[in-house]
């Protein structure tokens, strides 16, 4: 039977095919962090950007291989597929490219990359951080990959006796089209060339990616345009829907090693990030140094105790918070700037010795991101946020605006409002502050008047931006539904909800920066909120351009639904309580805490069986959805309510029927969203969190039941004064969630909450568990 023209497909439910998650890599040894990451959980369905093997944190090379193609969603690497079609080097958001495939006997990918594809088997196969190995069934080939930062590293075993190949289709549609692509031969051991992704609905211009890929055998260059070989001997070719090859005659066993190294900014600056992070050809010392550099980022929390499967899940959620956004720029920190008629390149600030002071990222929308990276990243990753403030402020003096969601070099304009606000306040309000403040200050304001960013609906491009409703917004106090514009996303009742909060962060950050005019009407224009509350119906209502409110209203919406109108993929069960910034006052529109709390209740009951999800895009008809990111503080609003103990009975829930799947079936549930979910969840697991986002002037962590026995944090002393905080348990286990008692620096706790001051000055958190709700804390609630 030949095994590529008849793959046998196994059931993923087979319990051979998930029982290598489980365990470690080495029976009988202590697990690192890394070795407890398992990269292959709810790869079954997931989008292009989020598996990535052989990767370092926020590489700009993202190499692995690509089961399926041809779009975003449900592409990339899918678990239940059978064949691996190529290893590609860029999975980034929106961007993608490199497509690399060995093969023997002939060139198959003249054919495209379906017609050199080749069956392989996941039970010989090996995933970790840093790494991949997986057998080629159709080619006999063993093929191994790793990476540095900006260069992939790839070791293919050939079998003996076969003529073989390793082909660059660069003008292969991966996540989306290819407009052209060239690739030459510089000497029998290099080749180099480019490939220029065309535009896409959200990307609005086309964007090239440079490369050199070096050999460490010599090789006859070949290529094809078109389906057709070309014939006799070439050097080079260009163009739509081409690729070139290196062959290797038929030997004995050969191992072939090959170093690709990438660039946004030209063909020089790959060679020179190959020289800079790759000069030799120790596949195995690359290898383990990507291990090593895991451990050293995944280590900056530590773990202990619970359950096996805890741990694994923890360590893989903080790999995703550290994985989906990608460095773009070059290792002497040049990037492209696409903002423009034409692409400049410019360069990152430079320390004194010409070293950069911070990467520049590539990054789908902080949509959300105030409950989960935004916290996470402020205590545990502080320089990664450093780096991202850097990014976005040096886009608003490109072209004229904080982004949201910059891909290719230029805005995208994904999703809606303006998180960049809640992201800087946080990161101002934490000490992180390796950016010029003033500059960022004056672009958000901007984005929060008519014009700015927020008046970009979403994926709205082009001049004369109006579907954000910010005219509306600015003289009303709420958006109306059914404005005229353009984009995406037209949902005035969440976009009045979003720039509410957005509003509150921002005047946090006017507080702290000496502008206390702009923090006076900032302030007041954050109680907007109270304009869609209808006492009628005792939710928030979106309402007509007249002023009415929209009739046919129901909090959630029909079965199925993607979203309830008005609503940014959500619904008003889920949006009315989208008030962070005040939660006192959205429970005095409830008629006070207990009421509150009784219809918050409510609305988890009704959740809990179908597992606190809605199905993927049908988040219109939740009760409450930890599968998307408007429902994800929703558990921890008890806390402010004072009811504490049902914070930490439902993170509990939703972390156990939501987030702690570790096989490749589950553990996010739909779209992770560039670590979104995974810092969530890995929150979660501590019993951290901040409705807030961290945006107040005195930010706070509230406080629920951890998964393990203890949780240290390492702290950078670059920014924080104190080593290590430590979050100790007493009596953990699966059925005690309920917090009994708490000491910070042993100290009676007797609320809810501690500052992160307390939390970088180092020091230490017991919390006593029990399996009975008590008392604690229930009189006092976080200020708000």
């Known amino acids: 039977m030949n095994p590529f023209t008849s793959p046998i497909r196994r059931p993923l439910t087979h319990p051979a095919l998930f029982a290598g998650l ?41 190499l692995s291989p690509d089961t399926r193609v041809g779009g975003d969603w449900m592409n990339g690497y899918i678990y239940g597929e059978t064949n691996i079609q190529c290893f590609s080097h860029i999975h980034g958001w929106q961007l993608y490219g490199l497509p690399v495939m060995p093969q023997t006997g002939d060139i198959f990918s003249v054919q495209g990359l379906a017609a050199a594809a080749s069956p392989f088997s996941h039970e010989d196969e090996i995933v970790r951080p840093g790494y991949h190995k997986v057998f080629l069934q159709r080619y006999g080939i063993t093929a191994e990959l790793t990476s540095t930062t900006r260069v992939g590293f790839h070791r293919y075993t050939f079998p003996a006796g076969q003529e073989h190949f390793i082909a660059f289709d660069t003008g292969a549609t991966l996540m989306d089209k290819m407009d052209a692509s060239a690739v030459r031969q510089i000497s029998p051991t290099e080749i180099a060339g480019h490939s220029t992704m065309a535009a896409t609905r959200r990307r609005p211009k086309p964007f090239t990616v440079y490369f050199v890929a070096q050999f460490s055998q010599s090789g006859q260059f070949g290529a094809w345009r078109g389906n057709q070989l070309l014939p006799g001997p070439s050097r080079d070719v260009s163009g739509h829907n081409v690729g070139a090859y290196v062959s290797f005659p038929a030997t004995n066993e050969e191992t ?8 946004y900014t030209s063909e020089a600056n790959a060679r020179n990030n190959l020289e800079a992070e790759l000069p030799g050809w120790d596949f195995d010392a690359v290898a383990r140094d990507s291990t090593r550099e895991w451990n050293d980022w995944l280590g900056r929390i530590a773990v202990q105790g619970g359950t096996e499967a805890c741990r694994i899940k923890f360590y893989t959620d903080l790999w995703h918070a550290l994985l989906g956004r990608r460095i773009v720029s070059d290792a002497d920190g040049s990037y492209a700037d696409n903002t423009g008629a034409e692409t400049v390149v410019r360069k990152v600030k430079l320390e004194a010795d ?13 949509w959300g991101s105030q409950w989960s990276l935004n916290i996470l990243w402020s205590f545990a990753y502080p320089e990664v946020m450093d780096g991202f403030c850097n990014t976005m402020v040096d ?9 949201r969601g910059p891909s290719g070099g230029n805005y995208t304009w994904v999703m809606i409002g303006d998180p960049a606000a809640p992201f800087f306040a946080a990161a101002y309000a934490k000490g992180i502050r390796g950016y010029d403040a003033e500059r960022a200050y004056e672009g958000l304001r901007k984005n929060a008047l008519p014009g700015g960013s927020r008046d970009r609906a979403g994926y709205e491009s082009g001049p004369n931006p109006s579907g954000g409703g910010m005219k509306y917004y600015a003289e009303r106090g709420y958006v109306p539904e059914d404005i005229p514009g353009k984009g995406m996303h037209r949902d005035g009742a969440a976009m009045t909800l979003e720039y509410a909060y957005q509003d509150w962060c921002l005047a946090q950050l006017a507080q702290a920066l000496g502008k206390t005019n702009d923090a006076g009407w900032l302030t007041r224009r954050s109680s907007n909120y109270t304009n869609l509350w209808d006492p009628s119906v005792r939710w928030m209502r979106p309402r007509n351009p007249d002023g ?17 109108k008005g609503f940014c993929e959500a619904n008003s069960a889920i949006y009315t309580h989208f008030v962070p910034q005040d939660v006192p006052g959205l429970t005095g529109l409830f008629g006070g805490p207990e009421k509150y709390v009784a219809e918050l209740n409510r609305q988890f009951e009704r959740a809990a069986p179908h597992n606190f999800i809605a199905g993927h895009a049908a988040h219109g008809d939740a009760w409450v959805d930890y599968e998307n990111q408007p429902s994800t503080a929703m558990a921890h609003l008890f806390n402010f309510a004072g009811r504490p103990d049902l914070t930490q009975k439902w993170v509990r829930d939703v972390h156990a029927r939501t987030f702690s799947d570790i096989t490749p079936l589950g553990g996010y549930n739909g779209d992770e969203d560039q670590g979104q979910m995974g810092a969530l969840s890995a929150l979660m697991a501590m019993g951290l969190f901040d409705v807030q986002g961290g945006a107040a002037v005195n930010p706070t962590y509230q406080i629920t039941s951890p998964l393990f026995d203890r949780v240290t944090i390492r702290l950078n002393h670059e920014y924080f004064p104190g080593q290590k905080f430590v979050i100790a348990t007493r009596g953990n286990s699966p059925g005690n969630v309920y917090i009994q008692s708490a000491k910070l620096n042993g100290q009676p706790l007797n609320r809810c909450w501690f500052s992160h001051a307390d939390l970088v000055r180092g020091g230490s958190l017991a919390v006593e568990l029990g399996p009975q709700p008590s008392r604690w804390a229930a009189e006092t609630t976080p200020a708000n």
Not at 27 to 36: I, K, V
Not at 354 to 366: K, S
Not at 395 to 403: A, S, V
Request: with cysteine.
């Open 395 to 403: 886009i608003y003096r490109n072209g004229g605006l904080i982004p």
């Open 22 to 62: 489980l365990l470690p890599l080495v029976a009988g040894a202590e697990s690192s962090p890394a070795d407890l990451v398992r990269p292959q959980i709810d790869t079954h369905k997931s989008r292009w950007f989020f598996f990535s093997s052989a990767c370092r944190p926020f590489g700009m090379v993202n």
């Open 548 to 564: 009415s409110w929209l009739a046919d209203f129901a909090p959630v919406a029909a079965k199925g639904a993607f979203t309830g």
């Open 354 to 366: 010409g070293t950069p002071r911070f990467p520049h990222y590539n990054f789908d929308a902080l």
């Open 256 to 263: 072939v090693l090959v170093k690709v190294a990438i660039s």
